[in-house]
């Protein structure tokens, strides 16, 4: 009786834990969340505007002084921690929490050649990249435009599909500033920053 009495109750908390988790991994598994956030833990790290393309030579260059953070009017320049690597106390910006608006201050407070004053449309952070499976729009969950919204560029860096009006696609002047990310409301991020060249415009090769 003891034996059957413990049974019933492990049966009774087995099912209570796997009827609290089901929201959740219903959650993630719809938005596809848990595997964005994981897969690309690190794409969205892109230098500020005007940074030496050569990431070696920006992290040479770079004195760590803050003086961009400073200036940012956004706040959305970060710093790498002073963890013994070669990138400690350089700036980054994650365009999922901020992005970078355009504003050329911290080109012009930079001491160094780490960051050079550079003409808005020849700035090159990146180039955004839309994942059509995921979103809302290329798969018909909803009319969005948030991103193409948003671009400080306008419809040189983003715009709608020709003879669609919903639907957004990347151009070639998109300079990478990752508006369009922080803007974005789909929860997995459907829209992101990659280094212009690799992959498509469209959609990266998944591993």
């Not at 505007?49 to 953070?69: H, M, R, S, V």
């Not at 979103?135 to 400080?152: H, N």
Request: charged share 20%.
């Amino acid at each position: 009786m003891e034996r059957r009495s413990l049974l019933k109750q492990l049966v009774a908390t087995a099912a209570f834990l796997a009827v609290g988790s089901t929201p959740y991994l219903v959650s993630t598994v719809l938005t596809g969340n848990m595997v964005a956030r994981s897969r690309y833990p690190e794409r969205n790290m892109i230098r500020p505007p005007g940074a030496l393309e050569d990431d070696a030579a920006f992290i040479a260059a770079c004195i760590g002084c803050g003086l961009c953070g400073e200036v940012c009017p956004q706040k959305c320049i970060l710093f790498h921690k002073a963890d013994g690597g070669t990138q400690a106390y350089t700036p980054y910006i994650n365009p999922e929490q901020k992005a970078c608006i355009l504003c050329d201050k911290c080109m012009e407070i930079c001491p160094t050649e780490s960051l050079t004053e550079t003409p808005r449309t020849d700035i090159n952070m990146g180039i955004a990249q839309i994942d059509r499976v995921a979103c809302y729009p290329w798969v018909d969950r909803g009319v969005c435009g948030a991103c193409v919204a948003i671009c400080p560029l306008g419809s040189k860096g983003i715009d709608y599909e020709f003879a669609n009006f919903y639907k957004p696609v990347v151009q070639d002047g998109c300079v990478g500033c990752g508006l369009c990310v922080e803007v974005c409301p789909h929860p997995s991020i459907p829209i992101w920053i990659v280094e212009r060249g690799s992959g498509t415009k469209y959609f990266p090769i998944v591993e």
